[in-house]
């Protein structure tokens, strides 16, 4: 699947210039990439070879050396809920991802936080360790994504009517986890066992930018297997 | 602020709980703080922090809300209009939440502990990396008087609470953090002029007295 290069378009404003430093099978990547095309932001994206990264990249952000990075009118914006955010108060046009209200920000913040810090550190665990360690990562994840679950048991969205923050945060369950647990062969999440967020998951499905951010299975299927056999034989 | 009942579930040492009662006291927030014993949890914590019943916990009104840096957005957010901790520029409050950010994996997390919790090898690693990342900061921090400016703003509040482990830090990897990063200290003893900042942390010496405790506990020497 080629993947789109929009560049910058006059209809947004004068002079706006939009870039993503992106990779493809990062759900940290496609998080911002989904927040621009809810918002109808057109943007050009630059896809970055991890293993060979470029020079305008480590420009962009020197301190972490890492994509995503969010460059507007030349200014650089990394970390992916950081840039989430400068979206959402640069651009104020619907979808309205974070509310007004600072209660209903703080629960946004915090299980963005929750997503980020345990459930992906953990998913990392699973990834790369085995046996009983492996074992015990499962269990932990598994809890993880139970307690997400409660945010969105009874509504549409997490962000209740409509699609927002939390919901772009999560999209890692939409693609990236299913593939992920393909390639290791591991069931941790299935319909049966998280009924709540396969609903949601089917929901965020009929969104065409959503769609539009699809990690391609095969692809993605390759990638993994690789990164895990590259990791196998570093470790020996 | 009539009607208004802010409670804070904390403990003493914790540079995150420190954050939050720095961000109260610039706000002019009165509240009512409770001391969590970690080793034996309130029903409180419990009920309030079912995820991870950790604190700092701040109570508005009865809502719980938890994670130091969500609960001082949270402040800043509830309580506009005295002491503004995040700028109004889109782009300048991401510089200042990449920053917070930037302090929360580096200074406060699970490696830069290895400072007092390792040696050899391991330790100095560990301060060698905690070193160049307050040089980091340092270089954002440049001429200014405080991260935020000309007053205390987020990243001031985020990481400031860190200084009154230093010295803990510096007895326990035997270093002096004021000699690698003079422009830091000259920046902590400035926020530490303000009352918001010296109220809220405790004394240096009483931080190693506890580092000195929790190593005895888990057997670190």
């Given at each position: 699947?080629?993947?789109?290069?929009?560049?910058?378009?006059?209809?947004?404003g004068?002079?706006?210039?939009?870039?993503?430093?992106?990779?493809?099978a990062?759900p940290?990547?496609?998080r911002?990439?989904?927040?621009l095309?809810?918002k109808?932001?057109?943007?050009?994206?630059?896809?970055?070879?991890?293993?060979?990264?470029?020079?305008?990249?480590?420009?962009?952000?020197?301190?972490?050396?890492?994509?995503?990075?969010?460059?507007?009118?030349?200014?650089?914006?990394?970390?992916?809920?950081?840039?989430?955010?400068?979206?959402?108060?640069?651009?104020r046009?619907?979808?309205?991802?974070?509310?007004?209200?600072?209660?209903?920000?703080?629960?946004?913040?915090?299980?963005?936080?929750?997503?980020?810090?345990?459930?992906?550190?953990?998913?990392?665990?699973?990834?790369?360790?085995?046996?009983?360690e492996?074992?015990?990562?499962?269990?932990?994840?598994?809890?993880?994504?139970?307690?997400?679950?409660?945010?969105?048991?009874?509504?549409?969205?997490?962000?209740g009517?409509?699609?927002?923050?939390?919901?772009?945060?999560?999209?890692?369950?939409?693609?990236?986890?299913?593939?992920?647990?393909?390639?290791?062969?591991?069931?941790?999440?299935?319909?049966?066992?998280f009924?709540?967020?396969?609903?949601?998951?089917?929901?965020?499905?009929?969104?065409?930018?959503?769609?539009?951010?699809?990690?391609?299975?095969?692809?993605?299927?390759?990638?993994?297997?690789?990164?895990?056999?590259?990791?196998?034989?570093?470790?020996? | 602020?009539?009607?208004?009942?802010v409670?804070?579930?904390?403990?003493?040492?914790?540079?995150?709980?420190?954050?939050?009662?720095?961000?109260?006291?610039?706000?002019?927030?009165?509240?009512?703080?409770?001391?969590?014993?970690?080793?034996?949890?309130?029903?409180?914590?419990r009920?309030?922090?079912?995820i991870?019943?950790?604190?700092p916990?701040?109570?508005?009104?009865?809502?719980?809300?938890?994670?130091?840096?969500?609960?001082?957005?949270?402040?800043?957010?509830?309580?506009?209009?005295?002491?503004?901790?995040?700028?109004?520029d889109?782009?300048?409050?991401?510089?200042?939440?990449?920053?917070?950010?930037?302090?929360?994996?580096?200074?406060?997390?699970?490696?830069?502990g290895?400072?007092?919790?390792?040696?050899?090898?391991?330790?100095?690693?560990?301060?060698?990396?905690?070193?160049?990342?307050?040089?980091?900061?340092?270089?954002?921090?440049?001429?200014?008087?405080?991260?935020?400016?000309?007053?205390?703003?987020?990243?001031?509040?985020?990481?400031?609470?860190?200084?009154?482990?230093?010295?803990?830090?510096?007895?326990?990897?035997?270093?002096s953090?004021?000699?690698?990063?003079?422009?830091?200290?000259?920046w902590?003893?400035?926020?530490?002029?303000?009352d918001?900042?010296?109220k809220?942390?405790?004394?240096?010496?009483?931080?190693?007295?506890?580092?000195?405790h929790?190593?005895?506990?888990?057997?670190?020497?």
């Amino acid at each position: 699947m080629k993947w789109r290069t929009i560049l910058s378009s006059k209809t947004m404003g004068d002079d706006e210039e939009v870039k993503v430093f992106g990779m493809w099978a990062s759900p940290y990547s496609r998080r911002v990439e989904l927040a621009l095309k809810l918002k109808g932001i057109p943007y050009e994206y630059i896809e970055e070879d991890l293993s060979n990264k470029s020079a305008l990249l480590i420009q962009h952000n020197p301190v972490h050396q890492k994509i995503p990075v969010l460059v507007h009118n030349g200014k650089s914006i990394p970390e992916s809920l950081v840039i989430l955010e400068y979206i959402d108060e640069t651009w104020r046009n619907n979808p309205i991802l974070l509310s007004q209200d600072p209660y209903d920000r703080a629960m946004a913040r915090f299980w963005a936080k929750f997503i980020d810090e345990k459930i992906l550190s953990t998913t990392r665990k699973v990834s790369f360790t085995t046996g009983k360690e492996q074992e015990h990562a499962i269990e932990e994840v598994t809890e993880q994504l139970k307690l997400l679950e409660t945010e969105v048991k009874g509504k549409a969205y997490f962000g209740g009517e409509g699609i927002g923050y939390v919901d772009i945060v999560a999209n890692f369950l939409v693609f990236w986890f299913g593939n992920l647990q393909e390639a290791l062969g591991i069931n941790i999440f299935s319909q049966h066992k998280f009924p709540f967020i396969f609903e949601w998951i089917q929901k965020q499905l009929k969104i065409d930018m959503v769609d539009e951010c699809r990690i391609p299975k095969d692809k993605h299927l390759t990638y993994i297997q690789t990164r895990l056999a590259a990791f196998k034989s570093a470790s020996k | 602020m009539a009607d208004e009942d802010v409670v804070l579930l904390d403990f003493w040492p914790s540079p995150f709980g420190m954050r939050v009662r720095i961000a109260l006291a610039e706000k002019e927030i009165k509240y009512e703080y409770k001391e969590e014993d970690l080793r034996n949890k309130s029903d409180l914590l419990r009920k309030m922090n079912p995820i991870h019943k950790k604190i700092p916990v701040l109570i508005h009104n009865g809502k719980p809300v938890c994670e130091s840096l969500v609960q001082v957005q949270y402040i800043d957010e509830i309580w506009p209009h005295k002491s503004p901790l995040l700028p109004t520029d889109p782009y300048q409050r991401a510089i200042a939440r990449f920053w917070g950010d930037f302090v929360e994996k580096k200074i406060y997390g699970l490696e830069s502990g290895k400072v007092w919790t390792t040696k050899g090898e391991e330790q100095e690693a560990a301060k060698k990396e905690f070193i160049e990342c307050l040089k980091l900061l340092e270089g954002e921090l440049g001429n200014k008087a405080y991260f935020g400016g000309e007053n205390l703003g987020y990243v001031d509040v985020v990481l400031v609470p860190f200084y009154s482990w230093f010295y803990a830090y510096e007895k326990c990897g035997n270093f002096s953090i004021e000699t690698e990063c003079p422009k830091l200290i000259a920046w902590a003893k400035r926020c530490m002029e303000k009352d918001s900042v010296s109220k809220s942390l405790p004394d240096q010496d009483k931080i190693y007295d506890y580092v000195f405790h929790l190593k005895k506990v888990f057997g670190i020497e």
